[in-house]
């Protein structure tokens, strides 16, 4: 007979307090009460070192929790510092070709792009793109989330081709699998003519440009903002290129969206 089952004998169970610690910093975070929420979370962290080991998976979820609060504050250094214990812990434990692995590369990365820190977070978009794709396949939402993000690191760091490349390749999966007028394809137009646009390629960035906003007017309304990203983007394109008299309008239309779907303050 097992000491657990013993009559009489007793044994932490420790998941129970978890779960309304968990329950309680859900709301504080709700609230928007981040010292206390903060405080919670590193006790539920100490908890779970003292009781399952500081490399246990369980301690690893609630690093990713500080770390996420940390994020959401802006202290990065101090989300970083977790999430590299984190990736150490799920890498030993999981191994790489791990989707729990994947995701916390592609939070490293995420954290490195907010930061504009690009050469940094290019490598471990790379890896979660190439675990994601391998694991979960190229049509993966997860996937095609990280292939995303590294298309706009790519154009950011100047390497066009391997932007352009990943670009074409987000917009003939979308094409396929969700249609030309479906939005998230509007998406992927927009972003590849973003990179067209960025090397001064107006010819290819253009027709682009407008197939999103048609999808975008049609699919979302004509007040949608990302209606006006694509005007944006259209106006960019004409003043570029001296034609300053098509570009204003475009430019006061987007304005105009921003204005009453964001409001005058927004930045």
């Known amino acids: 007979m097992s000491e657990c089952s013993r009559p009489g004998s007793k044994r932490w169970d420790f998941s129970t307090p978890i779960r309304s610690l968990n329950d309680l910093v859900a709301l504080y975070r709700a609230e928007k009460k981040y ?11 100490s908890i779970r070192e003292q009781a399952l080991g500081p490399e246990h998976l369980d301690t690893a979820s609630s690093l990713n929790d500080l770390s996420s609060l940390y994020y959401q504050q802006g202290a990065y ?20 070709l791990h989707p729990e692995t994947a995701q916390c590369l592609n939070d490293m990365a995420s954290l490195y792009l907010v930061q504009e820190k690009y050469e940094q977070a290019e490598p471990f978009y790379e890896q979660a793109f190439s675990i994601r794709e391998r694991l979960l396949g190229p049509l993966d939402i997860d996937t095609m989330f990280t292939l995303n993000n590294l298309e706009d690191v790519y154009k950011k760091l100047g390497k066009y081709a391997e932007a352009e490349a990943l670009g074409q390749r987000v917009v003939t999966i979308h094409e396929q699998q969700l249609g030309p007028t479906d939005p998230n394809t509007a998406s992927s137009l927009n972003n590849l003519a973003n990179v067209y ?22 699919q979302l309304g004509s007040m949608h903002r990302n209606t006006a990203s694509t005007l944006a983007g259209l106006a960019s394109c004409a003043q570029s290129q001296g034609k ?13 969206i921003r204005e009453q779907t964001l409001g005058l303050e927004h930045s």
Not at 81 to 88: D, T
Request: aromatic share 12%; hydrophobic share 40%.
């Open 35 to 45: 010292e206390q929420a903060e405080r919670l979370y590193q006790r539920i962290l």
């Open 77 to 96: 250094e101090q989300a970083e510092s977790l999430l590299v214990r984190e990736l150490a812990i799920r890498k030993q434990q999981l191994g790489l």
């Open 197 to 218: 646009e960025s090397q001064g390629k107006y010819a290819e960035a253009e027709p682009l440009y407008q197939r999103a906003f048609t999808v975008f007017e049609e």
């Open 244 to 256: 300053f008299a098509e570009a204003e309008p475009l430019y006061q239309r987007a304005l105009y």
